[in-house]
């Protein structure tokens, strides 16, 4: 088996070729004006530390639990920038003591009884790709230890019903392994996260997950039509249906609950029939206004484009999309029961009368994998590898994501844009640029997809990150938006965000929550709201 990385992205086997990680030297050293670029080593395994694990389970436990060295480095962090920066700088405090791996519901609950009784706390992992803060394992002293409860054992497609189009799913299985096996069956999720390989159906419920399509189904909230949660008080069990009138949603209060409350061990899953018909293009666009108006147009017209992203110039530069002379608006529309030319028709109409400029190719079933759009969508790809090694050399390179109403658009992300910049040049002292892009749009608004990079050294990049992830916190909530539209929250969105953010009666409804399905607060303490009569350990603020 290949052996994922505990410093970065993917697996150890995929690294960048010599000559692109040259190409980062001369792009960092052109744009902060330096005279040459040092690289810190990639990290092994042997020159890690690690304390001993502080606690034992129980005899009949023990075959579902690992103290390996490379496990407990594994499940230490997820995949933010911080979490990348530490593993690279070999810091690691706070390690799981151990990692679980149950086979089965029953473990799950016989791993809660314990840790409940013995004060362990246990933060529940899928793939580990939380760019947040929402796996990570440092909790305070006020807890006897710490476990990783992985669930990638729970990974069976459990039964398919073709007729309603849904199939009940374990939470543990991976993205690929899931479109592999509908694949068998002619059937699609069509839910790509930027983490679709290494992350779980599991994971995108809990966190509210972003996925493929840029407009009707956008969150992974619009496939859930029931759940099973394992909670320290029980079996949290929603009833199957198509849609019900009953109440608040028992489904909607577990999507987004970050394992605070338990862990969501299957759901059944709304599916689609795999498509067949395909129509795309891209269209520039020289003045950002009319590209926006564009993309509201469309939003509003009922057309749903399974693709719909617009990049701002530079993002477009800068993802080898474009010149930096235009914003390019990606659009592409799929089907399995119909031809999507008349959608992509209308659409570029809409986009001619906004001064859009495009030329549609004789290809166009395939034209998102060539061309700008083809360029943008491998950078996409290989974003996270080419972000570890700017973080080897001490530079951050990092996003961060809003939704906003139309009304607000243009000066919300003109405004968080220069606020941004202005930000980083006063806490680094080197200009950066900001660039944005638009991942998901809705008839009434759009998510706003920032990338920045700002200047700092291997010694001073976790500090320096702080501050900016505070800055762009703030920012973010300063202009009415919300501190993350897809990400989730995990610990780093909360300080000067969700915490400014989620309504103070919601708060005490959460907390009155927690302590029904989680008395000992044991899971993921630190996430959304602190758990009672215990401190946190945060180190972000």
């Not at 995929?14 to 005279?35: H, P, Q, V, Y």
């Not at 390996?68 to 480095?73: F, T």
């Amino acid at each position: 088996m290949r052996t994922r990385k505990f410093w970065g992205w993917g697996y150890e086997d995929e690294l960048l070729t010599d000559e692109e990680e040259n190409n980062i030297d001369r792009r960092i050293a052109s744009t902060f004006n330096l005279d040459s670029v040092h690289r810190i080593k990639v990290p092994n395994l042997e020159g890690i530390d690690l304390p001993e694990p502080r606690i034992k389970t129980l005899k009949s436990l023990e075959s579902l639990f690992s103290d390996d060295k490379l496990e407990r480095l594994n499940h230490s962090y997820g995949k933010s920038f911080p979490d990348s920066a530490r593993s690279i700088l070999g810091i690691f405090t706070s390690p799981p003591d151990l990692v679980a791996f149950p086979n089965a519901e029953e473990d799950i609950s016989s791993i809660l009884d314990w840790a409940s009784s013995n004060d362990v706390a246990v933060i529940p992992y899928g793939g580990g790709s939380s760019v947040c803060g929402g796996v990570e394992t440092a909790v305070s002293e006020d807890y006897k230890g710490v476990i990783s409860l992985d669930m990638k054992n729970l990974n069976s497609i459990v039964e398919i019903d073709k007729e309603s189009r849904s199939a009940l799913i374990q939470g543990g299985i991976f993205g690929p392994d899931l479109e592999s096996q509908l694949k068998e069956h002619d059937l699609t999720m069509r839910h790509y996260p930027q983490s679709f390989e290494f992350s779980t159906l599991g994971g995108w419920i809990a966190t509210r997950s972003g996925g493929h399509y840029a407009t009707l189904y956008t969150h992974i909230d619009d496939f859930v039509e029931s759940l099973k949660m394992i909670t320290p008080s029980g079996s949290y069990e929603t009833r199957r249906l198509p849609g019900s009138g009953a109440g608040p949603s028992p489904d909607r209060f577990a999507i987004g609950s970050e394992g605070i409350m338990g862990i969501i061990t299957e759901a059944s899953m709304r599916l689609q029939d795999r498509p067949i018909y395909r129509s795309s293009c891209t269209v520039e666009f020289e003045g950002y206004k009319d590209a926006l108006n564009a993309l509201r147009q469309i939003s509003q017209a009922a057309l749903f484009p399974s693709n719909c992203r617009l990049l701002d110039s530079n993002e477009a530069l800068f993802n080898g999309a474009g010149d930096g002379s235009k914003h390019l608006l990606i659009l592409a529309f799929e089907s399995a029961d119909h031809d999507k030319t008349h959608s992509l028709n209308r659409a570029l109409e809409i986009c001619r009368e906004n001064k859009g400029i495009f030329e549609v190719s004789k290809e166009s079933s395939d034209s998102h994998r060539s061309g700008s759009s083809g360029n943008w969508r491998n950078s996409f790809i290989k974003a996270p590898y080419l972000r570890e090694s700017f973080t080897r050399r001490g530079i951050i390179q990092d996003t961060f994501e809003t939704a906003i109403t139309w009304d607000r658009s243009f000066n919300f992300i003109n405004d968080i844009k220069e606020q941004t910049a202005n930000a980083i040049l006063k806490i680094t002292g080197k200009p950066s640029l900001v660039t944005c892009r638009i991942t998901h749009s809705y008839p009434d608004g759009l998510a706003p997809y920032f990338t920045f990079g700002a200047f700092a050294t291997p010694e001073t990049m976790l500090e320096v990150w702080k501050e900016i992830k505070l800055a762009t916190n703030e920012i973010c909530i300063s202009n009415q938006g919300t501190v993350t539209h897809h990400h989730a929250v995990g610990r780093d969105h909360r300080p000067k965000g969700y915490d400014s953010q989620r309504p103070d009666l919601f708060h005490n409804v959460l907390v009155a929550a927690k302590a029904s399905l989680d008395p000992k607060g044991i899971m993921n303490p630190g996430v959304l709201i602190d758990p009672e009569n215990k401190s946190i350990k945060n180190w972000i603020g």
